[in-house]
């Protein structure tokens, strides 16, 4: 792999520093720079969640950022994981976890293999299982296994060879999986596939531990659908009371882990069977880290204020608190703001008129106002204006100044945005306003928590001179995101969105948002592109064709990381922008904390794009 | 949500009345006949009465500003340039925070010191979240509480008049069914149910009854007429019942009159007056219902200007932009305010012995 | 007195059921659309809605739809209950997946935490903050009543009625805001909005009132009913002083006090009793609004966030339960007003 030198020589630096430093301080950035001497192991953090989880910590199901944060930091070590630091500190890098060192790679490319460290055990009540390659096959297995993997990812793991056939029930394992020995495991793709290895720090990688000899599924047999309840940790956290699980009985008479309350509360203590000497990328400051879910927003940020809670998982900061906090000279050490390798964005539904015309789609994009749309949001603080579709850091910076709709201030250019009308065949009268009855009530979701339905207004406002009305609902985050997605429900606009990396490569942006295997009953493709006429038939659609880039992207894909594949997705965002445009993205993302004064150490996970849980330290907060 | 007492209350018109007589001192006799015994109409009295209501009187005068106020809506959005749904992003500061308006008394930001930012003096009251001009805003609110209100309740008056008529001059069967199925609407959880129709075809793209019944004004006047027309329909009933026994229309029966007949020339425009009354009461909670359906969510969508609605997202605002909450809830206030004087002052001038 | 109990629960009885039926039309019938793809909800498969179809039973005809629905709700017959888990991933030991044969309680699709359960937890705040009100508004409204009353057209009769018609006319939301802008943020004398978690059954409840977490939700919802009170027994009182029974006592000489306490206000007051079951459904819908804007965790906020998120089996299950909560309360409030007005026992 291309990163080797470089994995090498920060994991050389990082082992001199964390010598140095005797356990404490350094390692991710973060506005608090304690001094070397402070202990900041220690303390329970107290964190608070509005939403729970989205499929109770099954690590095959969940395909959510927030529950990434709570596998990488704390409950599941993988082959391959991250350091919990922001990209500039080489957060957006792998380094080997459970594996001994980087996986060497066949001559003809398809083949990985990697060594296992030797010695490492689960937590209790596996801690005299050690672990070994078989317990990732079994992780793989069950991705594989669509009655365990609904909501999640397993199409990352296509590429593996066998893995469709075992999936679909035509073979008894997964052929391109290898057990060598017990601390050798091979892997075998199909085609060459140079981000193997970001594909094995995901959660649905992490190994299975086995249980009664010859279950195929190990302690996760029986539990398809609540393995997380269930879950055997391997990293420096487990649920509280995990010890108490008791896998010899007949799996329907288990009980689950009670330091998890589905709804209510989460509660992790140290895991006894991990140790900071075999892991060099968690810090695991916090003794205990206990979790409440549900509340209120702007209610617990005010109690973040108060010093009451420590820090919220999955709010948004009021603006007000985003104003207080930039403002005040006593507070301003206590507000973070990270890029978080998301876009937000405005999509089309291309079978849609008018939006199945292209100069429709660029009239919308010179139009936009996205500095309004940023301000409703909070102002600069919450992210800079997108003027492409990729986040900056999948392209290597490429197309950093890149914005091919760029008007004065980012607030649209009626002007130009009227030319580009004019060209349509919405326009007949060619006075840059579409006349046509399609241009009226186009059918748009949104979200309707703030600040949506306010930037839905200020669209309404700026295409009212466009000649193009809007038919706006609102709805609740999740229907949305549903509603957006099916490609029955013949919305035009799909307004609240956004879309994150799933880890740092442009085919986690290309394959999902823009390959027709994104397409509806998959997901995120809402514009349609690369369906087939059968299926746009299928959904009741007259329009009878749309683009597709389907090409590009397996060009991409195929390619070794490295600038041919950065050149190549930047292409791929040209040729969206320019060509297909698809959407109007408007804001590339910024991750916004604040902090109680308990914390005393702060580090930005660029890989979920949130804190770094396990590296909040709160060595004062003993009771 | 609130209600009405017209519930505890089934009282009988107003006696025709002899005009107030002169005070006689105690003990003195007057020779002269007081000349100000004229026989009236109940219609009549009905009005002194009420006139001398001053209460009552500024109920009306707020109702009438307020009724002004929604049909000159338009013209406010035209006077200050701004349209309700109007986004204003310099009225915002660079948070994206409300300004104040400009005659609010000078604030410092608890926090960093600063004075907020003040709106441009064409905002009356200041903006709201996003932008919106919040004058211009309530006064389309007050379109929709009251389109709301009447709509409802003239909805409720006719079914319930309908039934009510129905029940107490049929009696029986008749009686027994619809009396039963009063109390059983009067007994379900109104709140919980609302608020399931509601959530269920206004918050839902495609509406509910296969599509017929859209967001809008339209499902939460349906909502609000379906559970007030009990208050209604009992005192009908009520009314009803007392009447029929009287002589007139006996009379009126005996002469061959149609059962038809009766309801619509003796009975109905007797028991009209108390309708009023009682309507007028049943006006205020529906007021508040709206407002608070329209505060949970689940009442008009957000382009339609409602006081409930401002409300709702007033209050995470309000520790720094309270004209927010304070201008919306007042409006809000006063108006069933008006309405519950108007409605006490009519009460009470119906049945002056029960007057204060 | 039996009898008249009979016939009083076989009606509420009836209540209960056409609630039922009244929530199965309005959430499954009602809205537009394919009720098994709204309720699966946001990431689905095909196959998730045709097994929440099977679940829902909705290829099966109405009536069978309806029972499938209320069973999950009527303890016995003990053999299956059914169960009603229609959410994005499945729920723990929820076969619905497969949807062969249905069991398990109703699961809140939001949580996967049955629907029983959050309603049995929840309930000791909502219990605290109605019947915390209901102690304070009753204390307070039928003693201002009653004084109104005697002593009509005085300075305090007039102050009364004005504090009666303010209340009656207040939005009990706004109310709320202002109470918590006045002394939570300005004056900063109560905490804050909301419950901790940790505070859990009654106990948490009486232990957070007596922090002080309730005086503001209670001042709230006890001012607007402590008005309407105030002005329904001033209002019965006075027509109850008229009333010829009272003339009677009064020739009969009996002192003023007399006639009022022993006479007047028994009359008076039976309809307060009456109204109070009535008010139990009211209640509740202000205690809904009330723990929506102070944030308390109680069954109104349960079930407007509910709403809020789709949540069928949870919405499902606090309408119905709380139309059975509604049920009992009007049943000891008839059993109270049967003690009271005698001759009711006989009707």
């Known amino acids: ?526 514009s349609l592109l690369g369906a087939s006429s059968e299926q746009l038939k299928s959904w009741g659609y007259s329009v009878t064709s749309v683009p597709s880039v389907d090409d590009k992207v397996a060009e991409c894909s195929a390619l070794e990381p490295g600038d041919a594949r950065f050149n190549c997705w930047a292409e791929l965002d040209r040729q969206l922008m320019e060509d297909v445009v698809p959407w109007v993205p408007y804001l590339f993302d910024t991750n916004v904390d604040i902090l109680s004064d308990n914390i005393k150490h702060y580090s930005f996970d660029q890989f979920a794009g949130l804190a770094a849980f396990d590296q909040l330290a709160v060595p004062g907060n003993t009771q | 949500m609130s209600r009405s007492d017209t519930d505890t209350d089934v009282s009988e018109t107003g006696q025709p009345e002899v005009a107030e007589a002169t005070d006689f001192e105690a003990g003195e006799l007057s020779t002269e006949a007081p000349a100000s015994i004229i026989g009236r109409s109940p219609w009549e009295i009905f009005w002194r009465h009420f006139r001398e209501d001053k209460f009552a009187i500024g109920g009306i005068v707020i109702i009438i500003l307020m009724i002004a106020m929604a049909i000159l809506a338009p013209v406010f959005a035209d006077l200050s340039g701004h349209k309700p749904n109007q986004v204003n992003l310099s009225a915002l500061d660079s948070f994206g925070l409300p300004s104040a308006p400009t005659w609010w008394p000078d604030q410092k930001d608890p926090t960093t010191g600063e004075k907020i930012k003040e709106a441009p003096k064409s905002y009356l009251l200041g903006v709201d979240k996003t932008g919106r001009d919040l004058f211009v805003r309530i006064a389309y609110g007050a379109r929709t509480s009251l389109i709301v209100a009447f709509g409802a309740t003239g909805i409720a008056l006719v079914i319930g008049v309908l039934l009510g008529l129905m029940a107490g001059f049929y009696r029986g069967k008749i009686d027994t069914v619809i009396s039963r199925t009063t109390d059983v609407v009067l007994a379900l959880p109104i709140l919980l149910l609302a608020l399931g129709i509601a959530s269920a075809c206004n918050a839902t793209a495609e509406g509910c009854l296969g599509g017929l019944i859209k967001q809008g004004l339209l499902p939460v006047i349906l909502i609000i007429g379906f559970f007030s027309w009990p208050y209604i329909s009992r005192i009908v009933r009520g009314q009803v019942l007392s009447i029929r026994e009287k002589e007139f229309v006996e009379a009126s029966r005996s002469l061959g009159a149609s059962n038809t007949r009766i309801i619509l020339r003796e009975i109905l425009p007797n028991v009209a007056a108390p309708i009023i009354v009682y309507t007028t009461l049943i006006i205020p909670s529906n007021v508040l219902f709206e407002a608070g359906l329209s505060f949970l969510g689940v009442g008009v969508p957000d382009t339609t200007p409602s006081w409930g609605g401002q409300l709702a997202s007033a209050g995470t605002a309000f520790t720094y932009a309270p004209w927010l909450m304070i201008f919306p809830g007042l409006a809000l206030f006063l108006t069933t305010l008006a309405f519950n004087l108007v409605g006490d002052g009519l009460r009470d001038a119906l049945d002056p012995r029960k007057a204060v | 007195m039996g009898r008249y109990l009979i016939r009083r629960s076989l009606f509420l009885i009836m209540v209960v059921v056409v609630v039922s039926f009244l929530t199965f039309l309005i959430f499954v019938k009602l809205p537009a659309g394919d009720p098994a793809r709204r309720a699966v909800g946001r990431t689905t498969t095909p196959e998730q809605i045709e097994n929440a179809r099977k679940a829902f039973g909705l290829d099966k005809p109405l009536y069978v739809q309806y029972w499938r629905f209320l069973r999950g709700f009527i303890p016995w017959p003990p053999s299956q209950p059914l169960e009603m888990i229609a959410g994005k991933p499945p729920p723990p030991d929820g076969p619905w997946l497969d949807a062969t044969e249905p069991d398990g309680p109703y699961y809140s699709y939001g949580n996967f935490v049955p629907v029983k359960e959050e309603i049995a937890r929840r309930l000791p705040i909502t219990g605290t903050l109605a019947i915390g009100a209901a102690i304070i508004w009753l204390l307070l409204g039928i003693p201002i009543g009653i004084l109104s009353g005697v002593r009509r057209r005085s300075v305090a009769d007039r102050a009364a009625m004005i504090f009666a018609i303010v209340g009656v006319s207040m939005p009990i939301f706004w109310l709320a805001q202002l109470l918590l802008y006045a002394f939570w943020f300005k004056l900063r004398i109560l905490p804050s909005s909301g419950i901790p978690i940790g505070y859990e059954g009654w106990g948490g409840a009486l232990r957070a009132a007596a922090e002080g977490r309730f005086i503001l939700p209670w001042v709230s919802l006890a001012y607007i009913n402590a008005a309407f009170y105030a002005r329904m027994v001033r209002g019965n009182l006075i027509e109850t002083m008229n009333e010829d029974y009272i003339r009677t006592a009064r020739a009969k000489g009996l002192s003023e006090r007399r006639v009022i306490y022993k006479h007047g206000l028994r009359g008076a007051l039976t309809p307060v009793v009456t109204m109070l079951g009535l008010d139990v459904g009211l209640l509740l819908g202000g205690a809904f609004i009330t723990e929506t804007v102070f944030g308390l965790p109680g069954i109104g906020q349960l079930a407007v966030s509910a709403i809020g998120t789709n949540d069928f089996p949870m919405v499902m299950g606090v309408t119905i339960i709380g139309a059975f909560i509604i049920a009992v309360a009007n049943l000891v409030v008839d059993v109270a007003y049967a003690f009271l007005d005698p001759r009711v026992r006989y009707t």
Request: glycine share 10%.
């Open chain 1, 1 to 526: 792999m291309k990163r080797t030198v470089r994995v090498a020589a920060v994991v050389a630096v990082l082992a001199i520093v964390a010598a140095a430093c005797g356990g404490g301080g350094g390692g991710g950035g973060g506005s608090e720079t304690p001094s070397q001497t402070e202990d900041l192991s220690g303390g329970t953090l107290r964190m608070a969640m509005l939403a729970d989880v989205t499929a109770a910590f099954d690590p095959q199901k969940e395909y959510y950022s927030v529950t990434w944060e709570y596998f990488r930091c704390c409950l599941l070590r993988t082959l391959m994981s991250y350091k919990g630091v922001t990209t500039d500190e080489g957060g957006a890098d792998i380094f080997p976890d459970l594996a001994a060192a980087e996986p060497t790679q066949s001559a003809d490319g398809l083949t990985w293999t990697f060594t296992i460290k030797p010695g490492l055990h689960y937590a209790p009540p596996k801690d005299d299982t050690e672990i070994t390659a078989q317990d990732f096959v079994r992780a793989i297995e069950r991705t594989a296994n669509p009655k365990a993997n609904v909501g999640g990812y397993s199409f990352y793991y296509s590429v593996i060879k066998g893995f469709d056939d075992f999936a679909a029930g035509k073979a008894d394992s997964i052929e391109g999986m290898n057990v060598v020995d017990d601390h050798t495991l091979e892997i075998t793709t199909t085609s060459p596939t140079g981000d193997i290895g970001y594909r094995f720090a995901m959660g649905t990688t992490a190994p299975i531990p086995p249980d009664d000899p010859g279950e195929a599924m190990g302690v996760a047999q029986g539990h398809d659908r609540n393995y997380g309840r269930f879950l055997v940790a391997s990293g420096p956290y487990m649920f509280e009371g995990s010890e108490s699980m008791d896998f010899s009985i007949d799996p329907k008479d288990q009980s689950e882990a009670p330091g998890y309350t589905p709804g209510r509360e989460i509660i992790l203590v140290r895991n006894p069977s991990w140790s900071a000497d075999t892991d060099d990328l968690r810090l695991a400051y916090p003794d205990r880290i206990e979790v409440r879910i549900g509340g209120d927003n702007d209610d617990l940020y005010n109690q973040v204020a108060a010093g009451t809670l420590d820090f919220v998982v999955d709010g948004i900061v009021p603006p007000d608190k985003i104003r207080d906090y930039q403002t005040n000279p006593d507070l301003q050490n206590k507000i973070n703001a990270h890029p978080s390798d998301a876009v937000r964005y405005v999509s089309f539904n291309l079978a849609v008129p008018p939006f199945d015309d292209v100069h429709v789609r660029k009239a919308f994009n010179w139009v936009f106002d996205k500095q309004g749309f940023r301000q409703l949001r909070g102002g600069p603080t919450v992210g800079a204006i997108a003027g492409h579709i990729f986040v900056d850091t999948l392209e290597n910076n490429i197309l950093q100044t890149y914005d091919p709709y760029a008007t004065a201030n980012a607030s649209g250019d009626l002007q130009k945005a009227k030319d580009e009308m004019a060209q349509s065949k919405y326009d007949k009268d060619k006075d840059g306003v579409c006349d046509a009855p399609e241009c009226k009530d186009i059918l748009t979701i949104t979200d309707r928590e703030d600040p949506y339905p306010g930037q839905a207004n200020l669209l309404i406002q700026f295409l009212q001179p466009l000649g193009i009305t809007l038919d706006v609902k609102q709805l609740e985050r999740g229907t949305m995101y549903n509603k957006c997605n099916d490609a029955n429900s013949h919305h035009a606009l799909c307004a609240g969105p956004g879309w994150g990396k799933d880890y740092a490569d442009g085919v986690t942006f290309g394959q999902p948002l823009f390959d027709s295997s994104g397409l509806w009953e998959s997901c995120c493709n809402y």
